[in-house]
């Protein structure tokens, strides 16, 4: 929803946020990208990220399991026991 400065409202579609993220990672990696814009696509990649991580977290992606530990750490299913 989006508020005009005369108070109308209207619905207005729009992309999740971290694929909006995503995209801006992307722009700036294009070899084509002007470089001028590169950083500025970078950081509001990152700013979306972290808008979701601390104050959005319903819009968060779960992570792949195992995600963020070795083998064989606790939380591994396929870890071997060790009793």
Known sequence: ??????????LMDTMHPLDFADV?????????RDPRKRSKD???AELVKALVRDYMPQYARPEAPNAGHEPGQPGDADAPSLG
């Open 42 to 44: 970078l950081l509001q």
């Open 1 to 10: 929803m989006v508020v005009s400065t005369t108070g109308e409202i209207a």
């Open 24 to 32: 801006k990672r992307a722009l700036a990696n294009h070899p084509k």
